[in-house]
């Protein structure tokens, strides 16, 4: 699979991975958003892998408990913030003013 040189949302980028399934189509795909980002951002492998599974782990935040758990295994990532948890509201508001305040 390869993703077009061109700029697109992380809604479209990031979006089909909430719905795979299957390690093979995650690793796949993970080597797909990995090439994007290195071409669209000079970044190195590393770099951009890096990247790319914390924006997948923040994405996955957005979507239920069960695509969230889902997408963290097959992608091995979690939430760049709450990690694999899944904080009240107050709680995620808390964590946010203080990173905000550092």
Known sequence: MKIPNEQF???ELLDPAMKIKTQKEADEYLDALVEYHMNMFGST???AEKDTKSNLGYW???????TMARVNKLFKTSHPIFGNTEPTP???YKMGRMLGQK
Do not use: Q
């Open 9 to 11: 949302t992380n809604m």
């Open 45 to 47: 492998r590393g770099k």
């Open 60 to 66: 996955a935040g957005y979507y239920d408990s069960k």
């Open 90 to 92: 107050e709680k995620a």
